[in-house]
T-cell receptor, first 114, second 110 residues
Framework: DAGVIQSPRHEVTEMGQEVTLRCKPI?????LFWYRQTMMRGLELLIY????????DSGMPEDRFSAKMPNASFSTLKIQPSEPRDSAVYFC????????????FGEGSWLTVV | EDQVTQSPEALRLQEGESSSLNCSYT??????LFWYRQDPGKGPEFLFT???AGEEKEKERLKATLTKKESFLHITAPKPEDSATYLC???????????FGTGTRLKVLA
């Protein structure tokens, strides 16, 4: 079975440009998470969707960040405009339900903003 | 506030030298404790889920145990291919959030 699929795997962009990261969750999963991972702060939850609805976006650092989930098989995380401090690895993860269920991660999108 | 603390931050072992990684947690109503392995340039890979104190799970050279305050990941006779960062996470009752520790970076020397 296919796992969580993320694209692009690597992105290098200039400050001020728009960045769009994409995620396809595991088929049948109805909960989706976007995380950011840095050396300093580890894994931070940015936003959580349940049944395609954003439930908690309190982890989104600024208004420059936005996320959508137009259907059960696709989600995007957009940064506009991007800044060097946004450089990090962005992970998408999914699960069925939530709470005590195991979440499965994609391979991540490695973003560098220069 | 829900919290996860992992120790040590880094660990170097000789091949065959068994050891344990610790994950201490505070959470309201544990619904699950999760162990992941993360290799450089990859996403976290699921290893184990533990649900209640006293539960143990094994996979090859790894064994995870759980008490009411902490979990241990025991590595028996490790090999260089066990080198990775090991992450622990918890999920509490009444929340969808998964709280992650900062991980233990394990290096096994041949």
């Amino acid at each position: 079975d296919a796992g969580v699929i993320q694209s692009p795997r690597h992105e290098v962009t200039e400050m001020g440009q728009e960045v769009t990261l994409r995620c396809k969750p595991i088929s049948g999963h109805n909960s989706l998470f976007w995380y950011r991972q840095t050396m300093m702060r580890g894994l931070e939850l940015l936003i959580y969707f349940n049944n395609n609805v954003p439930i908690d976006d309190s982890g989104m650092p600024e208004d420059r960040f936005s996320a959508k989930m137009p259907n059960a098989s696709f989600s995007t995380l957009k940064i506009q405009p991007s800044e060097p401090r946004d450089s990090a690895v962005y992970f998408c993860a999914s699960t069925l339900g939530g709470g005590g269920n195991t979440i499965y991660f994609g391979e991540g999108s490695w973003l560098t903003v220069v | 506030e829900d919290q996860v603390t992992q120790s040590p931050e880094a660990l170097r072992l000789q091949e065959g030298e068994s050891s344990s990684l610790n994950c201490s947690y505070t959470v309201s109503g544990l619904r699950g404790l999760f162990w992941y392995r993360q290799d450089p340039g990859k996403g976290p890979e699921f290893l184990f889920t533990l649900y209640s104190a006293g539960e143990e799970k094994e996979k090859e050279r790894l064994k995870a145990t759980l008490t009411k305050k902490e979990s241990f990941l025991h590595i028996t006779a490790p090999k260089p291919e066990d080198s990775a960062t090991y992450l622990c996470a918890v999920s509490g009752s009444g929340t969808y959030k998964y709280i992650f520790g900062t991980g233990t970076r394990l290096k096994v020397l041949a």
